[in-house]
């Protein structure tokens, strides 16, 4: 078990150090004009981050056959699209947070119009990635679809319509089914897009997608039951983020609405159905299994 689990922390830390240098060549240099706001930019992408979404977009890759040189920089995107969801849930507006990634937040350093903006522009420049790259003709059809499931994915029917149900439910004794749509929507459907653009770009069959979203969505809504649970249980040293400030915040959390002992059941019980789903893709889904083990294991 231990072999096991430091041979996935081995693979963890060299898929991120990959992404990380393919985020380092994407990015407009510090220096570059308007520099403030690529400082600002570059502040939030390395003060450090689990790089989970481009790694389960690679995993998917790897495990359908997918080409790694044509996923790096799509899965880059990816993260730079996630790290603008993070600028902006931090905001005063929103959650107002003061500490991400271990370091003061975007706002806190460079204030709240250059935070403003330097999620937008993450936001943008990780679109213009994903429709630009992997480049040329031979790829524009799979391209095209790996966009439009990010593009969808981050709109109002997903992220965004999540955020904002998220901020509404504050202090409403939310439902078991809202809390449910909210996860799935604020955290899950870019998690299950990032699975779906490593897929189209290993130009996977309508019933290798299906199978790969069923695992998408398990491990999506998994993912946040388990941010919920480290709120409540975790340190803001471990964590690199505040904890205890979503039942301060009134949020609609599992734990808030099922109790931590039961959000733990329901945490194994979704991570069984990923673990379950990956199984029935080729190779036994690779890596895909044990990253929804990680998922629930990690502690920050
Ligand atoms: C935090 O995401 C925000 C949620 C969607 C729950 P991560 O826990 O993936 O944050 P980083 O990228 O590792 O900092
Ligand atoms: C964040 O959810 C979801 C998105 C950023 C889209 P949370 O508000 O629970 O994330 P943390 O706990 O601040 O990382
Ligand atoms: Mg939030
Ligand atoms: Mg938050
Ligand atoms: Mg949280």
């Not at 040329?136 to 439009?148: H, K, P, V, Y």
């Not at 329901?266 to 895909?288: F, M, N, S, V, Y």
């Amino acid at each position: 078990v231990t072999s096991v689990a430091a041979e996935l922390t081995a693979y963890l830390a060299e898929t991120r150090a990959e992404i990380d240098e393919v985020l380092d060549r994407l990015l407009p240099p510090a220096d570059a004009p308007p520099a403030r706001l690529h400082q600002a930019m570059r502040h939030s992408v390395f003060a450090g981050g689990k790089r989970l979404r481009p790694i389960l977009c690679l995993a998917a890759a790897e495990t359908l056959g997918g080409p790694r040189e044509a996923v790096r920089e799509p899965a880059a995107g990816l993260e730079m699209i996630h790290t603008y969801s993070l600028v902006h849930d931090d905001l005063p507006a929103l959650d107002d947070d003061r500490l991400r990634r271990g370091q003061p937040t975007c706002h806190v350093v460079f204030g709240e119009a250059t935070a403003i903006l330097a999620g937008d522009a993450l936001l943008t420049h990780g679109l213009t990635v994903l429709g630009t790259r992997p480049a040329g003709d031979a790829w524009a059809s799979a391209r095209g679809r790996a966009f439009e499931a990010v593009a969808v994915a981050i709109g109002t029917g997903g992220m965004i319509g999540g955020q904002v149900e998220d901020l509404e439910a504050e202090n409403s004794h939310a439902s078991e089914e809202q809390v449910a749509r909210i996860h799935e929507n604020k955290t899950g459907r870019l998690i299950r897009a990032s699975l779906a653009v490593g897929a189209h770009l290993s130009r996977a069959d309508a019933a290798t997608l299906a199978r790969l979203d069923e695992y998408g969505r398990a491990i999506g809504l998994a993912f946040q039951i388990k941010d919920d649970l480290l709120d409540v249980e975790g340190s803001a040293a471990e964590l690199g983020k505040s904890s205890g400030k979503d039942a301060a915040s009134g949020k609609a959390t599992f734990p808030a609405v099922w109790g931590v002992d039961r959000s733990r059941a329901i945490l194994r019980d979704t991570l069984a159905q990923a673990i379950e789903a990956a199984r029935g893709l080729p190779h036994g889904g690779g890596r895909l299994p044990e990253l929804a083990r990680f998922v629930g294991e990690r502690s920050r």
